[in-house]
């Protein structure tokens, strides 16, 4: 094949939505086989290719190869579709959380084809436009915050872009943070200090209960065994003569110590009389009987033990 050549029509520029059709044509006897290519991509076989409701994606570089027996020959052409602008978006900066009085700087991005002509701010609630370019700054304040956005325009059409938010938190935020973190770290080590003191006091305070629960004080027990049942248990006989009494003291409070004077220094007395079973047999060492004092005063305290 020779003279291999490729046509679009229609012929001149190709607007985004119509149909194009590509014709691929040679000189070659015998007759040739036509084949499509986009890039190294296979698309169709066939003298024409044609493309309907084209977009922006099928732009690109289109190949048609010309066969016969005696050999290829090959032939390109370029499809540039044009198209409104698309994907507009707005970023801002700088980023985060932005204080009343810095100057912020709105960017408007976009795809189009031709580039984009104008770009045209607008504040939202707003029919005038706040400024225009690209790029638009201005410094943030109470009346300038709002919702931002941008329109972006060519020959073939505009988008608008999404609103983004720009709200002044004042220039006392930063103190305004500070002294609330303050403030709570405050209250978090006042509150684990309280905790400490309650579970200190109220350990000490348990400890002076068991310390008064400790203190024993012994009484006098009269141990008189049963007149009316003259035969002994044999339980009872096996069973220690020793019998033990005691009593659980809390001690008075030291106001009624004092108060007491020269009382506390009294003698105090306690007596066991011990009755015991008739039981024969048993030795004097088994008819002695005991009782165990715990001195707890100042005072002395005595103990007589009758044998019966």
């Known amino acids: 094949p020779k003279d ?4 679009i029509s229609p012929s001149g520029e190709i607007e ?8 691929c044509s040679s000189d070659a006897n015998p007759p040739v086989e036509y084949t499509w290519f986009k890039g190294a991509s296979f698309k169709s076989k066939g003298k024409t290719y044609t493309v309907n409701q084209i977009s922006s994606e099928d732009s690109g570089v289109y190949k048609c190869k010309s066969s016969n027996q005696h050999g290829d020959e090959y032939s390109e052409t370029t499809v540039n579709v044009l198209y409104s602008p698309k994907r507009v978006s707005v970023s801002i900066s700088p980023s985060g959380e932005i204080v009343e009085g810095s100057v912020v700087t709105l960017t408007c991005s976009s795809d189009a084809n031709p580039p984009v002509e104008t770009y ?3 504040k939202v609630n707003e029919s005038s436009p706040v400024g225009s370019g690209q790029s638009y700054s201005f410094t943030l304040s109470s009346s300038s915050s709002g919702w931002f956005y941008c329109v972006a325009q060519n020959k073939y059409g505009s988008q608008s872009a999404a609103a983004v938010p720009l709200t002044s938190n004042g220039g006392r935020s930063v103190v305004l943070y500070v002294v609330l973190g303050v403030t709570v770290g405050c209250g978090c080590l006042l509150t684990i200090i309280g ?3 309650m579970s ?21 027990v009269n141990l008189s065994a049963a007149t009316n049942n003259p035969t002994p248990d044999p339980d009872l006989v096996n069973q220690s003569d020793v019998h033990y009494a005691s009593i659980q003291h809390h001690r008075e409070p030291r106001r009624a110590k004092r108060s007491l004077g020269n009382y506390a220094e009294e003698v105090q007395y306690a007596t066991v009389q011990h009755q015991r079973d008739q039981v024969v047999g048993k030795t004097q060492e088994d008819e002695d009987q005991y ?18």
């Open 16 to 23: 985004e939505g119509s149909s194009v059709t590509l014709t």
């Open 200 to 220: 200190r006091k109220r350990r000490g305070g348990s400890t002076e209960d068991t310390k008064s629960s400790q203190e024993n004080t012994y009484s006098a």
């Open 4 to 7: 291999v050549s490729v046509s």
């Open 291 to 308: 009782s165990n004092i715990r001195f707890n005063h100042t005072g002395a305290v005595y103990s007589l033990v009758k044998p019966m």
């Open 195 to 197: 905790v400490l003191y």
């Open 120 to 122: 045209t701010w607008y």
